[in-house]
């Protein structure tokens, strides 16, 4: 069983700044890739952005590009998402994946998800 705990999601005020992070714990596969999931309320689950488990390779979403900055720390365990010049749209439940697997542009076939953490942005 694998673990993934989510943190840092919060309330701020558009063009403010939060750092999500994600740690892993449990029977977590020697190597394993992470990535970020959103879902707003009426919205499906969509993806952010993903990181592999030596931090080499990165993927964005079109939609964050330039705003958030995806990395790791293979030692801790952790995941953390920098997301900078928020806007209200990006209010959502952030979701953790891992996999042992890199998914290029198909990461909703994670095996491992977290129980998210409400981003929430003023307007």
């Known amino acids: 069983q694998v673990h993934l705990v989510e943190s840092g999601g919060g309330l701020v005020q558009a063009g403010g700044s939060l750092r999500l992070s994600c740690t892993a714990s449990?029977?977590?596969?020697?190597?394993?890739?992470m990535g970020w999931f959103r879902q707003a309320p009426g919205k499906e689950r969509e993806f952010v952005a993903a990181?592999?488990?030596?931090?080499?390779?990165?993927k964005d979403a079109e939609s964050v590009k330039g705003r958030f900055t995806i990395s790791r720390d293979k030692v801790n365990a952790t995941m953390y998402l920098q997301m900078n010049s928020l806007k209200a749209e990006d209010t959502a439940l952030y979701y953790c994946?891992?996999?042992?697997?890199?998914?290029?542009?198909?990461?909703?076939?994670?095996?491992?998800w977290g129980q998210g953490t409400q981003v929430t942005v003023s307007s």
């Open positions: 449990g029977r977590t596969p020697s190597r394993y890739h």
């Open positions: 994946a891992a996999d042992a697997v890199w998914y290029g542009n198909n990461w909703y076939r994670a095996e491992y």
């Open positions: 990181v592999s488990w030596t931090g080499g390779i990165t």
